[in-house]
T-cell receptor, first 113, second 112 residues
Framework: EAQVTQNPRYLITVTGKKLTVTCSQN?????MSWYRQDPGLGLRQIYY???????DKGDVPEGYKVSRKEKRNFPLILESPSPNQTSLYFC????????????FGPGTRLTVT | DQQVKQNSPSLSVQEGRISILNCDYT??????FLWYKKYPAEGPTFLIS?????DKNEDGRFTVFLNKSAKHLSLHIVPSQPGDSAVYFC???????????FGGGTRLMVKP
């Protein structure tokens, strides 16, 4: 089944404790991206990647890191999480020439206390 | 400042009637617009899109209208079904770039 998977689905952590949210897709998509969803603000793009070893900042990259060492994986790293990073996170992927039609993962709800 | 806005956080419609979801944008350079649909505990799914060279695109019960002079687009669902109850996000892309700018979403409730 074609899909985007994220782990974990739910995470509660404390300020400053490094964490990684994994994202994997099995559709051989070149394009991958990370979003956060906050009430009233919709989805805001954090980082995106056009292909392996190519990443770029989105609208709200501060406090996040990403890497794209393999085509299928695009982990999101929070080196020192803070409470304002409490949010619902989505990973998405698409073919390069149709990046508009992105396939989203099920989301990761992160709470930072 | 949000470049894409959905001013109605929620909308309630009777089954069988038309649902109209609205979206306004401020950046005249946006050249591609999309609607995504999101059910609870799931990621958004692509619904329908429209290029700025068109003013209408139709796919089954879903039609998107674009009014470039007013910087406004709308999604019409006819007839509405209870399974359409979800949050709908509009999104826009700039000059065939690689980023999507999303609106805040509208929660649609279709009552049986």
């Amino acid at each position: 089944e074609a899909q985007v998977t994220q782990n974990p689905r739910y995470l509660i952590t404390v300020t400053g404790k490094k964490l990684t949210v994994t994202c994997s897709q099995n559709m051989n998509h070149e394009y991958m991206s990370w979003y956060r969803q906050d009430p009233g603000l919709g989805l805001r793009q954090i980082y995106y990647s056009m292909n392996v070893e190519v990443t770029d900042k989105g609208d709200v990259p501060e406090g996040y890191k990403v890497s794209r060492k393999e085509k299928r994986n695009f982990p999101l790293i929070l080196e020192s999480p803070s409470p304002n990073q409490t949010s619902l996170y989505f990973c998405a992927s698409s073919l390069h020439d149709s990046f508009y039609e992105q396939y989203f993962g099920p989301g990761t709800r992160l709470t930072v206390t | 400042d949000q470049q894409v806005k959905q001013n109605s956080p929620s909308l309630s419609v009777q089954e069988g009637r038309i649902s109209i979801l609205n979206c306004d944008y401020t950046n005249s350079m946006f050249d591609y617009f999309l609607w995504y649909k999101k059910y609870p505990a799931e990621g958004p799914t692509f619904l329908i899109s429209i290029s700025s060279i068109k003013d209408k695109n139709e796919d089954g019960r879903f039609t998107v209208f674009l009014n470039k002079s007013a910087k406004h687009l709308s999604l019409h669902i006819v007839p509405s079904q209870p399974g359409d109850s979800a949050v709908y996000f509009c999104a826009a892309s700039l000059n065939a770039g690689n980023m999507l700018t999303f609106g805040g979403g509208t929660r649609l409730m279709v009552k049986p």
